[in-house]
T-cell receptor, first 114, second 114 residues
Framework: AQSVTQPDIHITVSEGASLELRCNYS??????LFWYVQSPGQGLQLLLK??????LVQGIKGFEAEFKRSQSSFNLRKPSVHWSDAAEYFC????????????FGGGTRLMVKP | DSGVTQTPKHLITATGQRVTLRCSPR?????VYWYQQSLDQGLQFLIQ???????AKGNILERFSAQQFPDLHSELNLSSLELGDSALYFC?????????????FGQGTRLTVV
């Protein structure tokens, strides 16, 4: 069965520091991968997605993610974190079956120190 | 703003009661999805409708039901509510009903069962 693991429940970084959030997936076929961000009291906003092609994908707000098939990973990165990036981040895998459901990881809560 | 509208934003009700959550998808989107976000289960897919027909079903309880109307808005009905049903319920929409495409999420309805 498909699953997504985000090993880090909480991460704290200093403003201006680089960030990497880890995501590992288990999926039998070609994965379709997403990163969403949820700010407090807000819905889920899509940061970026990987369907095929270049394994390094660029997203909004200066985020990027790299798909590594050999490691079953899709880690999210940002070179310099801003205080406004404090939020919860979710990695998800899409299912190319009869529907279009997403399986989400448990999320990583990012805190940014001034 | 994702273009997906959910009402109400907050709902407080007693155990045993029934509530209806409403979702209006983005203009032009034919698929609507419902997800439940709770502290113990994380983000879980409940059900998907495409152009009025049920397309995929996830971990949706028998006490819960949904439908999509001809104008494409959707309602999620939760009955015989239990304390454990307290959660944030998200609606999402996408253009198509199959194949993997990005889904746009509403801001959610926070349900509190007391």
């Amino acid at each position: 069965a498909q699953s997504v693991t985000q090993p880090d429940i909480h991460i704290t970084v200093s403003e201006g520091a680089s960030l990497e959030l880890r995501c590992n997936y288990s999926y039998g076929a070609t994965p379709y991968l997403f990163w969403y961000v949820q700010s407090p009291g807000q819905g889920l906003q899509l940061l970026l997605k990987y369907f095929s092609g270049d394994t390094l994908v660029q997203g909004i707000k200066g985020f990027e993610a790299e798909f590594k098939r050999s490691q079953s990973s899709f880690n999210l990165r940002k070179p310099s974190v801003h205080w406004s990036d404090a939020a919860e981040y979710f990695c998800a895998v899409g299912h190319n079956n009869a529907g279009n459901m997403l399986t989400f990881g448990g999320g990583t809560r990012l805190m940014v120190k001034p | 703003d994702s273009g997906v509208t959910q009402t109400p934003k907050h709902l407080i009700t007693a155990t045993g009661q029934r509530v209806t959550l409403r979702c209006s998808p983005r203009s032009g989107d034919l698929s609507v999805y419902w997800y439940q976000q709770s502290l113990d289960q994380g983000l879980q897919f409940l059900i998907q409708y495409y152009n009025g027909e049920e397309r995929a079903k996830g971990n949706i309880l028998e006490r819960f039901s949904a439908q999509q109307f001809p104008d494409l808005h959707s309602e999620l009905n939760l009955s015989s509510l239990e304390l454990g049903d307290s959660a944030l319920y998200f609606c999402a929409s996408s253009l198509t009903g199959s194949g993997v495409t990005e889904a746009f999420f509403g801001q959610g309805t926070r349900l509190t069962v007391v």
